[in-house]
């Protein structure tokens, strides 16, 4: 049996984790582990980057995976900031508390 | 054969971290499960030749970035259990229920369209410091700048909510 | 060339913007005298054009800015050829005389800026209505300066009586534009263009005599609005309640002027429809004299030239209406000349008198304003028909064409004899209530000379209408040469006073009836002011009634109708949709808003059943 890894095992891996990540995004009020959630998004797209880069023999799959941990970046160094400030007024780190905005 | 291992061992370790994160009651071991995740797709960065890619992972994801989220956990004092009841009627069903679909949809989908056999022209790539770098700042200089530019943006807005104080002053 | 003409246009419009944002922070006399200098300086350049016309070089013009209508054709473009160069040179010389004038008798006045600003915009839209190249751009000359005219008659808007008069204006003007449009339909549905060139140029083939007829008819509706011809002179009388630099501008330099121009343009087409032709002249002369018996009852000096205006008018119509174009048309500018003066005369007196508009209350101003006695002498006897001032050419001359065509005609250039007495007979009423005879000055009240900026336009168009009229006289009709080309161009075909001692003897019977009229009012008012306030006067002093008949007619009419509509279908209907809409939003939204929940995760979960449902449309798509 001659079983090669073919980027498909890692695209179905990457499908696999980013399901992973949207239950602990939908599921999980920590506003922290919500974070880590779409980081974890993101970290299976950039998987899907590098394999199908490697599939097409092009390079730019791994340039946009640096775009998009540039982005990550700086998105999590707002979104911490966020969340320590909010947690200074209100004392929690749960998004169900903060629900002002509610119709 | 060398890679098939690698990648059975690593993706295991990838989902049992990922899985680890979200089910974990305590941030910390969510943190840390994350971070095993990261250090297994860096493992596969190398797989699928990219060299450089996995460096910077392991040394600006699985380094810098997880180790201000242990930060920030540790600063606002949630290291301690979490009740995982749900309190949104219909949340946990429907989430679980959409997330099956989609996960369906993207394998059923994929199943069919990753296996095309293509074979693309030119060489296999290597990410290796030297060809990133001369890709990124030859035909990517602009979107390079720019991602510069929105750093400096996210710096500066930090600062700025680091010194906003509770009763709306400012610092 | 183009740029001079197209340059002479804009300068108006370009004082009229300027004055228009920085005017009200100028002080005074600045945005007077920059509106002076842009009216003036648009004269110089209309005046160089008209002479290289003169002399031989270009005689037709036509300068397209740009397309403006394309889908119908219409451009936005300017014709100047002898017409339309006189009609310039006659708006912004006069109209600059009264831009001067406008200087000194605004004095004080605080909104002296804006009313320049004004001044300006009438000047710009008179000048578009004359040379427009097609019916869009006289069009749009036209509904200008019909706004003009309403923002400077009332522009003492803090009295009800200037803004009721604006807004009779413009409504009455309103109507005249509804025959003007319903014409241009017509000829655009006939000819398919509105151009000048192609509508005129195919008329004689292409328009049938009733056609022709159903569209001058529509056009002297418009001109009669615009005009102030029976029965919609209404409005002109009360525009009185403008300042009276802006009387003078309205009655004498546009406005009124653009109703006789039009016919004249448009001459072809009267002249292929005869019965409309012969409406026309009947309008004039029975507006000719209605409008001066009512002028001979009145006691506001403004008013009775305001009357004598409509009268005048009525001259001009009968002109354009007999086919003597050229007769009409000088007589158009002659009456600019005499006008313009008469109205800043009476200006001045009334600035001397101190708003004094009431002649019983005059009397002995000759020694106090001689300045202003001596130019409205000259014209007093222009306007009376007096050879050799300005009127008397100009009048004669219509009178002379209309008497050549004989028939039914004669009746026509009977009562312009007749009404050329009444004429002679009021304008010296008033001439001796004003300056002869003794003071009957209110007390407090101290008649002066007007400055100097008011006193010199007066007496350059004293000058005017003396000579004026020397430019067409039958021995060297020199307006006549100048002015055929542009009606030839347009196949027109004018009448001509009849040959031989006729013209002689008419004219030896119509400065007898001056004369006449002269004579009679000097007998009956050199020395007193008989009471005039009964019977057959008093019915002529309030116009033959012809308001207090509209109002009961339409005016209340209308404004039942109105305020009906008002409560019923605008506060129910279109106020009830307004607000309908507003509630029916307001509902949609209560029951919208548990939607938004506040959960950052329910919207999480939202996005996901978006996504689920891209991926699902993409998938039928790729053909799963």
């Known amino acids: 049996m001659d079983l ?80 320590v400030a909010v947690f200074r007024r209100r004392a929690t780190a749960s998004v169900d508390e903060l629900a002002e905005l509610k119709g | 054969m060398v890679e098939l291992v690698l990648f059975v061992i690593f993706a295991i370790c990838a989902l049992f971290g990922a899985v680890t994160m979200v089910w974990a009651r305590n941030p910390v071991y ?10 297994s797709l860096a493992v596969f960065y190398v797989s699928n030749a990219g060299h450089f890619v996995a460096v910077v992972q392991v040394i600006v994801y699985a380094g810098a970035v997880m180790t201000l989220f242990l930060f920030v956990i540790m600063l606002i004092g949630v290291d301690k259990a979490e009740d995982r009841s749900e309190t949104l009627p219909l949340q946990r069903p429907a989430a679980l229920v959409l997330l099956a679909l989609f996960a369906a949809g993207v394998l059923v989908a994929g199943a069919r369209a990753w296996t095309t056999g293509y074979t693309a022209p030119g060489e296999a790539v290597n990410g290796t410091i030297e060809a990133i770098g001369s890709r990124l700042f030859d035909t990517w200089l602009l979107p390079f700048e720019v991602t510069a530019l929105l750093l400096i943006i996210a710096a500066a807005g930090t600062i700025a909510l680091a010194f906003f104080r509770g009763d709306g002053e400012e610092g | 060339m183009e740029t001079l003409i197209t340059l002479a246009l804009l300068l108006p419009l370009a004082g009229f913007t300027f004055l228009a944002f920085f005017g009200t922070r100028l002080p005074e006399p600045w945005p007077g005298v920059i509106a002076t200098t842009t009216a003036g300086l648009s004269f110089v350049l209309a005046l160089i054009a008209g002479l290289d016309v003169i002399g031989g070089g270009t005689e037709r013009l036509t300068v397209t800015w740009f397309e403006w209508l394309p889908a119908l054709g219409v451009e936005a473009s300017f014709l100047y050829d002898p017409l339309s160069v006189l009609m310039t040179l006659v708006v912004t010389g006069v109209g600059s005389l009264i831009h001067a004038y406008s200087i000194g008798y ?14 300006n915009l009438f000047l710009f839209s008179m000048l578009t209505l004359v040379t427009g190249s097609n019916f869009a751009v006289l069009f749009v000359g036209w509904e200008l300066v019909g706004l003009s005219s309403y923002l400077l008659i009332s522009f003492w808007f803090e009295r009800p009586t200037a803004a009721a008069a604006g807004k009779k204006a413009f409504v009455v003007n309103r109507i005249g534009d509804v025959g003007f449009l319903v014409a241009l339909m017509l000829i655009f549905n006939t000819f398919g263009t509105l151009a000048f060139d192609a509508v005129f140029g195919e008329a004689p083939a292409a328009l049938g005599t009733g056609l022709a007829t159903g569209i001058t008819l529509m056009l002297l509706l418009g001109a009669a609005g615009k005009s102030a011809q029976l029965p919609l002179y209404v409005w002109l009388p009360d525009a009185m309640e403008g300042p009276t630099p802006v009387s003078a501008l309205i009655h004498a330099a546009t406005m009124v002027t653009a109703g006789v121009y039009m016919v004249a343009r448009t001459g072809i087409l009267f002249e292929l429809a005869p019965v409309s032709a012969g409406v026309v002249a009947t309008v004039g002369a029975a507006t000719a004299l209605f409008a001066a018996t009512i002028a001979v009852a009145q006691f506001d000096i403004k008013r009775v030239l305001a009357y004598s205006t409509i009268s005048q008018l009525g001259y001009m119509f009968m002109g354009v209406g007999a086919a003597a174009h050229v007769a009409g048309v000088f007589h158009l500018m002659t009456h600019a000349f005499f006008k313009a003066l008469l109205f800043l005369g009476a200006g001045s007196v009334i600035h001397g008198m101190a708003g004094q508009q009431d002649m019983r209350k005059m009397g002995g101003l000759a020694r106090v304003m001689p300045w202003t006695f001596a130019t409205m002498a000259v014209a007093w006897l222009a306007i009376s028909g007096i050879p050799p001032f300005a009127g008397f050419w100009s009048k004669d001359e219509i009178l002379a064409v209309v008497f050549g065509r004989g028939g039914g005609w004669t009746v026509l250039w009977a009562i312009g004899l007749f009404t050329a007495l009444l004429t002679a007979f009021y304008m010296t009423r008033m001439m001796w209530m004003t300056f002869g005879g003794k003071a009957r000055w209110d007390d407090g009240v101290h008649p002066h000379e007007s400055p100097r900026v008011m006193v010199v336009p007066l007496a350059v168009l004293g000058v005017l209408s003396v000579v004026g009229g020397l430019i067409n006289t039958p021995f060297k009709p020199t307006l006549e040469h100048f002015l055929e080309p542009a009606f030839e161009a347009f196949h027109v075909h004018l009448a001509h006073p009849p040959e031989g001692a006729t013209p002689w003897v008419l004219a030896f019977v119509s400065i007898a009836a001056g004369l006449i009229g002269i004579a009679a009012a000097t007998a009956r008012y050199r020395s007193r002011v008989p009471d005039e306030e009964r019977g057959a006067w008093k019915l002529l002093n309030r116009g033959y009634y012809v308001d207090d008949a509209y109002a009961a007619a339409f005016v209340v009419g209308g404004g039942a109708a109105a305020r009906w509509a008002a ?58």
């Not at chain 1, 970290?43 to 980057?49: E, S």
């Not at chain 3, 209907?573 to 949609?588: E, M």
């Not at chain 3, 808003?593 to 059943?609: K, W």
Request: no cysteine.
């Open chain 1, 4 to 83: 090669t890894v073919t980027p498909g095992w890692y695209m179905a891996l990457a499908s696999v984790l980013f399901v992973i990540g949207g239950a602990g995004l939908l599921l999980r009020r920590n506003a922290l582990v919500m974070f880590m959630s779409v980081e974890l998004m993101l970290n299976a797209v950039n998987l899907t980057f590098v394999a199908a880069g490697r599939e097409l023999n092009v390079l730019d799959g791994q340039i946009s995976v640096f775009f998009v941990m540039v982005v990550a970046a700086a998105e999590v160094v707002v979104g911490l900031a966020i969340i």
């Open chain 2, 30 to 39: 969510s943190a840390l499960g994350l971070m095993l995740t990261m250090f």
């Open chain 3, 106 to 119: 605004m004095h004080g006045d605080e909104r002296y800026g804006r009313f320049f600003a004004y001044m």
């Open chain 3, 567 to 624: 409560a019923s279908f605008d506060q129910k209907g279109i106020d009830g949709a307004v607000n309908g809409v507003a509630r029916l939003t307001g509902a949609v939204a209560r029951r919208l808003r548990p939607l938004q929940t506040g959960f950052v995760r329910s919207y999480a979960v939202a996005v996901l059943v978006g996504t689920v449902g891209l991926l699902a449309w993409f998938m039928t798509r790729g053909g799963f």
